[in-house]
């Protein structure tokens, strides 16, 4: 039986190309998924591991552990002297700022190492600093700043000394180095200086960062490792590692242990496996189904039914292997270019491929194990085949069967269950329970479909009534086997249903989220005041009404201090007549003698500070909980100003800008509107913040999530459509001498292609609407579930969006028609009717 297997494939090689390409598409796509996952970590590993990657062993300090012991110079001191240590390289850092007022850096400043081997950073440029006033930058930054050797930078403390003071110096760049490659680093300056310079900008309890570790030649690493554990036993969360080990614990604090990403694209992963699991059993039935003859007659000379069973599974076994290793070979090459591309890119560059043997292993059992396992159910109806029923095909699993009722049951169960628990999670506001009970419900769809898609069909069918014998016989053809148009329509579902469940539940989210975020944030945008001695002016209102997008735009400056259940908080003043034009909440009204606070002020009253008078307000709670404490500018009049204290706290009060922006401003605008202020009033893009922007950048991970989740879902839609097609061809070929006789009949070529596109596009059509309404309502329970907890959910249906799917399922089903229409318009009537 194993020759007729062989046989079967290579005879009919064109009927499996189809149930390879889907088998070779979901293989590439958990494979892929794998790749990524190993690739990621040991991009990480390579570039957090960079800092290490001179040293042998690394004596480190927990720093999470508020107890864990400082690594200090008797530490280093301590590892220094340990037998076998060849050098050390404590490494210490410090946060300091270079630039004046709205120009001002953030960066970090490392100490160079007395041990030049230890020290991780290439030099480009110039030698790294020797003496106390100089400075070793990186080359990215020197060219953001316009830095070269000989220019001086004058650098700041981010943190006050112990006297209340920041430290301050001004050194001279002797050196241009490579920049770090640390992703928690990216984008921020990297400075190197002495020791010495270091420890003044540091905070003095902060110790050493770790103290790298170099074994003298001819020592066994284990042996120092042992003898420096020995040191540090008396020193709580202090632990001594090799580089690698240090690199590995550095990359699970960056992930939590978890890699969130990989279990999401596993997710998408299986949502494909079993929709090729669809594919590879449909297509397998009715393989197995147009065979019925041949089968028979095996039975009839001598072939038993263990015998044939084992042929049908041999054939998928062969299909499978052949698919699978082609799907990991694309994987690795896809990834392959991925990261080609990246390593092009500066940012990106330390980007490394890994291809796992778990993601090849894993690639292709799951690839080979889902094409068997898929193929048993068809490869248990061939046994049923009796000799003397060569001209009978098999009994298709319906409702009327036995088999079928068990599973209509089961099915029914599980809808009317799932949606119950589903309706019940989205009244209660708990996404916990609604979730298993949308995946329940759905399951029971899928178990019912048999009951109700074939007259859905049937009904749709009668749209195509009009175009005459074509269309009437494309309705009949595309219903004539239930159980097949189940297996193919429920696969396309699958997809449709959690394409369109997305976009409905993004399009309700963000209907929300709009009222969510007025009620968070008084006004569309407010920028927050520079904290230095440069504060906002009506010059900077000008400025910033003057953007393209923002409507109004007004200055509130600071007019006093109060005391709340929260600590001391700085009070705003704003004209009655412009806060109309700015708040969100209309109801609002600044009056004398009230004071508006937000959301979550207990106090009734509250004392306000001025430079000449104190005064008690009243206070008036806003919805908003981000409002700053308000009073009109009558009330600020008679206070005088700013209290003098105020003036003494490290960050005292800034006047701040609030604005309202234009309606209709999409999401790239609100991103664009964020910069664009920020330019025009001189601030960091952090200090734009407001509702507008907020939806803007909600609407931002909206759409990239949309976009990807659609995209991956896409590669399921992708799989559905190859079944669709598949199907359609293998339909085609049993259905050779029937449409040879419409031929004779008086069918032309174009009347028999119109009616197998016709049939393609009657089941697709039907999987793309049935998935389109079950997706809008799963779309709007989930947002019910995951958001009613805390604010009144509206359902929001993106038509231009559900009618694009739609569109896309129609054009689809009739381009998979387009093959199997051309061949069989190819045969001649004559041909056809001899064809066995």
Not at 383 to 397: C, G, S
Not at 429 to 435: S, T, W
Request: proline share 4%; glycine share 8%.
């Amino acid at each position: 039986m194993l020759q007729v297997a062989l046989a079967q494939v290579r005879l009919n090689a064109r009927r499996f190309i189809a149930v390879s390409l889907a088998v070779l598409i979901a293989v590439g796509f958990l494979t892929a998924t794998l790749i990524i996952n190993s690739s990621s970590k040991a991009s990480l590993t390579q570039s957090v591991g960079e800092a290490y990657r001179n040293a042998d062993l690394l004596v480190t300090s927990d720093m999470y552990s508020a107890d864990a012991a400082v690594l200090d110079e008797d530490t280093a001191a301590l590892v220094r002297d340990t037998p076998g240590v060849d050098g050390v390289y404590a490494a210490r850092q410090a946060f300091v700022t270079f630039g004046e007022d709205r120009d001002s850096n953030f960066a970090q400043l490392g100490n160079t190492s007395d041990y030049a081997g230890l020290f991780p950073v290439e030099v480009l440029q110039g030698t790294l600093p020797a003496a106390d006033n100089e400075v070793a930058v990186d080359k990215d930054t020197a060219e953001r700043h316009e830095l070269a050797e000989g220019s001086v930078l004058p650098l700041t403390a981010f943190i006050d000394d112990p006297t209340g003071e920041q430290h301050t110096a001004e050194l001279t760049v002797t050196a241009l180095v490579s920049p770090s490659k640390d992703p928690r680093a990216l984008g921020t300056p990297q400075l190197y200086s002495t020791s010495a310079t270091v420890a003044g900008f540091a905070e003095p309890e902060s110790g050493f960062r770790s103290i790298q570790v170099a074994v003298a030649e001819g020592a066994a690493v284990e042996d120092v490792r042992a003898a420096l554990q020995q040191d540090v036993s008396g020193m709580e969360g202090v632990y001594v590692r090799t580089a690698q080990e240090q690199t590995d614990e550095m990359v699970a604090s960056m992930t939590g242990g978890d890699d969130i990403l990989t279990t999401i694209l596993l997710a998408f992963a299986a949502v494909a496996l079993l929709v090729c699991a669809l594919v590879v059993s449909n297509t397998f039935s009715v393989l197995v189904a147009q065979r019925t003859r041949e089968l028979a007659l095996l039975r009839c000379i001598g072939a038993a039914r263990s015998q044939i069973r084992r042929s049908v599974i041999v054939e998928a076994l062969i299909v499978g292997i052949v698919a699978s290793v082609a799907g990991v070979l694309a994987a690795v090459a896809l990834v392959g270019g991925i990261i080609a591309y990246l390593k092009n890119i500066p940012e990106s560059g330390f980007a490394t491929l890994a291809v796992s043997p778990l993601s090849v292993v894993a690639g292709l059992g799951v690839g080979i194990a889902l094409t068997v396992l898929a193929s048993l159910v068809p490869a248990r109806a061939a046994t049923a085949v009796a000799p003397l029923a060569a001209l009978r095909p098999a009994d298709d699993v319906r409702a009327g069967t036995r088999r079928g009722r068990v599973r209509l049951g089961i099915g029914m169960v599980l809808l009317a269950g799932g949606a119950a628990l589903l309706a019940f999670g989205a009244v209660k506001g708990n996404l916990l329970i609604a979730l298993p009970g949308g995946m329940l419900s759905f399951v029971g769809v899928l178990m019912c479909a048999t009951l109700f898609v074939p007259s859905l069909v049937r009904t749709v069918g009668r749209i195509a009534a009009p175009l005459g014998v074509p269309g009437k016989l494309a309705a009949l053809n595309a219903v004539r086997n239930p159980q097949r148009t189940s297996a193919t329509s429920s696969a396309l579902l699958i997809g449709v249903t959690l394409v369109t469940m997305m976009m409905t539940g993004a399009a309700t989210v963000r209907t929300s989220l709009d009222d969510v975020l007025a009620a968070e944030y008084p006004v569309d945008v407010s920028i927050d005041g520079p904290t230095d001695e440069s504060p906002f002016t009506s010059a900077d209102a000008e400025a910033a009404r003057a953007v393209q997008g923002v409507q109004e735009a007004v200055l509130v400056p600071t007019a006093g201090m109060t005391e709340t259940e929260y600590g001391p908080d700085g009070v705003y003043a704003l004209d009655p007549a412009d806060a109309a034009k700015v708040l969100q909440d209309s109801t609002l009204a600044l009056e004398a003698g009230v004071i508006l606070m937000p959301q979550g002020t207990t106090e009734k009253t509250l004392t306000v500070q001025g430079a000449s008078k104190t005064v008690e307000l009243k206070v008036v709670v806003s919805r908003s909980s981000q409002l700053r404490p308000l009073i009109s500018t009558s009330t600020a009049e008679t206070l005088g100003g700013m209290p003098a204290a105020a003036a003494e706290d490290m960050y005292p009060p800034q006047p701040q800008l609030w604005l309202s922006v234009v309606d209709g401003l999409n999401t790239n605008e609100l991103m664009d509107l964020r910069t664009d202020l920020a330019a025009a009033v001189d601030v960091d893009d952090y200090a734009v913040s407001g509702s507008a922007i907020e939806r803007g950048a909600f609407e931002q991970v909206i759409n990239v999530l949309l976009m990807v989740v659609t995209g991956l879902l896409g590669v399921a839609v992708v799989i559905a459509l190859v079944g669709v097609a598949n199907t359609l061809s293998l339909s085609v070929l049993e259905r050779t001498r029937e449409s040879s006789l419409l031929r004779a009949l008086g069918l032309t070529r174009g009347q028999l292609r119109g009616m197998l596109a016709l049939e393609a596009v009657l089941i697709a059509g039907v999987a793309a609407l049935m998935g389109s309404i079950l997706g809008s309502l799963y779309g709007w329970l989930g947002a019910e579930s995951a958001l009613g907890s805390f604010t009144t959910v509206a359902l929001s249906l993106p038509w231009l969006q559900l009618l694009a799917v739609l569109a896309v399922a129609l054009l689809a089903g009739l381009a998979a028609s387009v093959l199997p229409a051309r061949r069989a318009a190819r045969l001649s009537p004559v041909a056809g009717l001899a064809a066995d």
